[in-house]
């Protein structure tokens, strides 16, 4: 077996399921086999969780890879599913939204309430004049009416393209002039780190390059003073005095849904196109099947902010279609106190939480005495996605967040996958610190070398179509084929751009991006594993690894680390304690102690920015960075530290 990648990194914990979760969990053992003897028997099955107007005639249709189709002639709409069947149902009453504003203002909304919303929103978009087919732009706080956007765009079939809040100007105008967006919708502003932070000035000066744009429905959320157009609407006129009878109407399973800009370093941002009837049914099904969804008694949260793909599938579609009631907050962690999540918790009593590595970080940085102040015993059930979670995170969101009793998923996928791929089942899987386990039921992938032939450390490759997979870039078909299939173009493999590893049981371990692995002395290392020895030294709460380029091995390992609050511990301490985890050859040549990290606005490490610090080199974009200063004072940092 040729490995591709190194495998260092050894870790033998394993917590099986709570015994009374597994004996009641929604998925059991029996899936995998299932799906395994019939992999569109078992999606179609998945389908039937949804309410279609019209059943399908084909399951899949893959005879034009890598464009794929999904229950073909079937006929469904997204917003009855999410909403109008529950209250049809008789259980209109029930919370879909616990809303808390970072101020502290709060608002409740029923399954009835947010489907009257809803349908209001539709016929004032149908006012506005935009129809089927059409693209809106939806730039937002985290409040109720970002979500209802969303569904009102979905129910009458125009296909929206949310952007992130704390996105500039640039990205803002490149986004909706790719897509040709028809409506702007956005509030005045809302609230981050207690303080109104204005929405509406970027869209004004975004808009005035986008000649697509006709209208501009704008939410009052803080009241701030906004500059007015003749384009612009305020949301509480048009939606509030809008009609609230609407009949969903039937669309095609494979009508858009939504386009989603993933950031791209440093090339053009990519459209990523998810259609209808496939998007849903995984979205619907993983949701249920990996949070153990139980919609009469759990109260779920994920923080995510609806910008990311996560806040899509796991806030709005995945969890409304269920049924679910969910918190969503509008600040952040530390407003106006670093306990803010936990108070959360304590006060609506959530039962699972579905939260980043870097936020984990952060509060083990803050310190185990923040959380320990509240009452978090109302969680059965913790989740995370969005980067490898190094072990020892794991065990402190275990011990600290799940009081040592709460199974923890860590989800795999990506904003191209559209809902999650590779998991715990939490009543099943036996789970390992810093591992995504296995694909779900229905998925399959594979860790390959070079050749697309199955290794222990390679590449992480999908080798089968799944249901909410992207359908292609917007506009860009042969960027789509050039930059997930043309790698193994002979097999048919989608190539996930991350490095991989699997275990002699099986388990996926995630290792980053293949683009971060670090070459030394012939030598594939992954950030990852180092970054995780770091972590897991009792003094470093946070690790970035990157190669530098480095006259006798090719590339040597660089460490920036964050020490935990109150900690003191030399870097020759750290350089030891790497080298005796991994093995002398990942000892780092330098390690630099600093306070930050830079991160994108998802909170990924940006390895490549920290990668031209090590190399003395111009730090190159910084845009897509959510604090421009953090590189300043790294490169200060650099520049006085003594090497040894
Ligand atoms: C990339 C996708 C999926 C929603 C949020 C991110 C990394 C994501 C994990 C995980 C290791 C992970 C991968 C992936 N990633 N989840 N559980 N373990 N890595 O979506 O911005 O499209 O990023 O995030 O590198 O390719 P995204």
Redesign the pocket.
């Known amino acids: 077996m040729s490995e591709t990648l190194e495998n260092l990194l050894q870790e033998t914990r394993q917590f099986p399921p709570p015994p009374e979760l597994a004996a009641s969990a929604n998925v059991k053992e029996d899936a995998y086999a299932e799906a395994d003897a019939d992999r569109l028997a078992f999606w179609e099955k998945q389908a039937r969780r949804l309410t279609w107007f019209k059943e399908w005639d084909q399951v899949l249709d893959w005879s034009n890879p890598p464009f794929a189709k999904w229950f073909i002639g079937g006929q469904l709409n997204i917003a009855y599913n999410c909403l109008d069947r529950h209250v049809e149902a008789g259980i209109g009453d029930r919370v879909a939204i616990h809303w808390e504003g970072e101020p502290g203002d709060t608002r409740t909304l029923t399954y009835s309430d947010l489907l009257t919303e809803t349908k209001k929103a539709a016929n004032a978009l149908l006012e506005l004049g935009v129809s089927e087919g059409d693209r809106v732009a939806i730039y937002m706080p985290m409040i109720p009416e970002a979500a209802v956007a969303m569904l009102a765009c979905a129910r009458i079939g125009a296909t929206h393209s949310v952007v992130f809040g704390g996105f500039s100007v640039d990205a803002l105008r490149g986004r909706i002039q790719d897509a040709d967006a028809k409506l702007v919708i956005t509030a005045d502003g809302g609230y981050r780190r207690g303080a109104p932070s204005a929405l509406k000035p970027t869209v004004d000066e975004a808009v005035a390059d986008c000649p697509s744009v006709e209208k501009v429905l704008v939410v009052r959320r803080t009241g701030q003073d906004v500059a007015w157009s003749s384009k612009d609407v305020w949301w509480h006129d048009t939606v509030g005095n809008a009609s609230g009878d609407h009949v969903a109407p039937a669309l095609d399973s494979e009508h858009p849904l939504f386009i989603l800009y993933?950031s791209g370093t440093t090339a053009k941002p990519k459209g990523i196109l998810h259609t209808t009837g496939g998007y849903l049914t995984q979205a619907s099904y993983t949701h249920w099947a990996v949070f153990d969804l139980k919609p009469e008694s759990d109260v779920y949260w994920c923080t995510a902010d609806i910008g990311?793909?996560?806040g899509h599938s796991y806030i709005v579609y995945g969890p409304l279609s269920n049924g679910a009631t969910q918190v969503m907050y509008e600040g952040t962690p530390d407003t106006p106190h670093k306990g803010r999540f936990w108070e959360l918790i304590e006060k609506y009593r959530v039962t699972i939480l579905y939260t980043a590595p870097t936020a984990i970080r952060t509060f083990a940085k803050w310190g185990d005495d923040i959380p320990a102040q509240f009452d978090l015993s109302s969680l059965r059930l913790l989740g995370?996605?969005?980067?490898?979670?190094n072990p020892e995170a794991w065990m402190w969101y275990r011990e600290h967040i799940g009081g040592n009793r709460t199974p923890i998923v860590?989800?795999?996928?990506?904003?191209?996958t559209g809902a999650i791929m590779i998991s715990p089942l939490p009543g099943v899987t036996a789970c390992k610190p810093g591992s995504?386990m296995r694909p779900l039921p229905g998925i399959s992938a594979e860790v390959v070398n070079e050749e697309g032939k199955p290794t222990g450390g390679g590449y992480l490759a999908l080798t089968q179509p799944w249901p909410s997979m992207l359908r292609t870039i917007w506009g860009d078909d042969d960027r789509f084929i050039e930059t997930y299939w043309s790698r193994f173009r002979e097999q048919g493999f989608y190539f996930?751009?991350?490095g991989a590893k699997r275990d002699e049981d099986g388990a996926v371990w995630?290792l980053?991006?293949v683009d971060d692995v670090m070459l030394v002395s012939g030598h594939n290392i992954s950030t990852t594993e180092v970054e995780s020895a770091l972590v897991a030294h009792q003094a470093v709460a946070e690790a970035a690894v990157v190669g530098a380029t480095d006259p006798t091995t090719g590339q040597a390992i660089v460490a920036f680390v964050i020490l935990r609050g109150g900690a003191d511990v030399s870097t020759n301490e750290l350089r030891d304690h790497v080298a005796k985890t991994l093995g002398p050859i990942c000892k780092p040549r330098q390690i630099q102690i600093v306070a930050e990290l830079p991160k994108t606005r998802?909170g990924k490490i940006m390895r490549r920015l920290l990668r031209n610090i090590a190399e003395k080199k111009e730090l190159g974009d910084t845009t897509t960075l959510q604090d421009a200063t953090v590189m300043t004072l790294i490169s200060e940092g650099m520049k006085t530290s003594t090497e040894d």
């Open positions: 993933t990311w793909v996560t995370s996605v969005g980067e490898p979670i860590d989800t795999w996928w990506q904003t191209e995504a996930a751009g991350d995630l980053g991006r998802s």
